[in-house]
């Protein structure tokens, strides 16, 4: 049976690159040596990092005015870098907290100086962007969350502020067109639509490079992995070949603007089934719906192990919702086709037919 990879991460790869990264561990680019075992200094690896960030330049638009590196520890320990780079002791960092990782972010930074929370969507379990709230000036940066997989919501836009942007892109990265020049620091964990875990991007605007004057740990200094060119040491070796798999892959069949209008078709056609069949709702805000992540009740919860029962045997992977929300979430990143939320629909069709 066809299975369809709904899981919200780590997510779907596309089916080539899974075969190239398996090959590659056996042996890579005839060498003799399986990926996992080439020295980090090789030509080979050399190669496949300045692929890789060549890919992310040309995809994304990175200006020169912008370093991008591939490092280690999930984008969890940006939460921590972050301010230790960027927040001046005697400064204020800005934060919208729409989701639980946006609140985890919240935590780590308040160690390292003071924070003022801007706006919360919590009082509505995170299923809206907070709007119309106030950026004071000032500030040493604002940080954003611009895709919350749990609760299934996206930021459609940047506040008008002057103030540095700072921007999670965990798990909407590569999905749609951004202007890179209007962030100071983009990251994001690889394991949604880059690659396996063990990797996270940072796109960081150079003259931020230790802007906090702080005295900042070797391993946590943005400016060391800058000079090192992500070498400093031993990158995760696995993680950014598969990343540099999925961006060649991204590329060919058209770059952001094409994966765009697919993610568009995608999430169009599960949202007007949410929308059109009486057995369902959905729970984000209408406005802030995440083509990404798309979370969902059953207007009946008691039929909610029926229907997980009739996905499952239809092949479906991953759709039971977070327990933060409950119900369902169908993450449907790059590399799902269509014919997977197809399918998807075609399930819940057929269960609201059996059931009335």
């Known amino acids: ?40 200094r090789s030509k080979d690896f050399m190669d496949i990092m300045q692929n890789a960030k060549s890919l992310v330049k040309e995809l994304l638009g990175v200006p020169d005015t912008h370093s991008i590196l591939f490092l280690q520890g999930g984008a969890s320990t940006q939460f921590t870098m972050i301010p230790m780079n960027l927040l001046p ?26 924070v003022n929370v801007l706006a919360s969507s919590e009082d509505k379990n995170y299923s809206y962007i907070p709007k119309g709230y106030n950026v004071p000036e000032g500030l040493s940066y604002l940080h954003l969350t611009s895709n919350n997989t749990i609760y299934g919501t996206q930021m459609k836009g940047l506040p008008s502020s002057k103030t540095p942007i700072v921007c999670d892109m965990s798990s909407d990265i590569f999905s749609r067109k951004v202007n890179v020049s209007e962030y100071d620091v983009i990251y994001a ?17 150079n003259d931020k ?49 094409e994966i765009d209008k697919i993610n568009k078709q995608k999430s169009d056609l599960l949202y007007s089934e949410i929308d059109s069949n009486p057995m369902f709702k959905g729970t984000a805000a209408a406005e802030d719906r995440s083509p990404m992540n798309v979370c969902f009740l059953l207007n009946k919860p008691e039929l909610d192990a029926a ?5 499952t045997e239809a092949g ?17 990143y790059n590399a799902l086709p269509l014919e997977s939320v197809q399918a998807l629909v075609n399930v819940m069709k057929e269960f609201s037919l059996k059931i009335a």
């Open 316 to 332: 479906m992977v991953g759709i039971k919702g977070h327990r933060s929300v409950g119900g369902f979430r169908a993450s449907m």
């Open 189 to 205: 964990g690889a394991q949604k639509n880059m690659g396996p875990a063990g990797t996270t991007l940072v796109i960081i605007k």
């Open 89 to 114: 002791t005697e400064g204020t960092a800005g934060y919208l907290q729409t989701g639980v990782w946006a609140k985890k972010a919240i935590k780590e930074a308040k160690m390292l100086g003071d």
């Open 307 to 311: 229907f997980l029962k009739a996905a």
């Open 1 to 40: 049976m066809k299975k369809h990879n709904f899981g919200a991460g780590p997510g779907i790869l596309p089916q080539s690159v899974l075969e190239k990264a398996a090959n590659s561990v056996k042996e890579l680019n005839g060498s003799g040596l399986s990926l996992l075992e080439i020295s980090h």
């Open 209 to 257: 490079l230790e802007s906090s004057g702080r005295e900042i740990p070797t391993m946590l200094n943005y400016k060391t992995h800058v000079e090192a060119d992500s070498l400093f040491n031993t990158p995760p070796v696995f993680a950014i070949y598969v990343c540099m798999l999925t961006l060649e892959w991204l590329k060919s069949i058209g770059g952001i603007s």
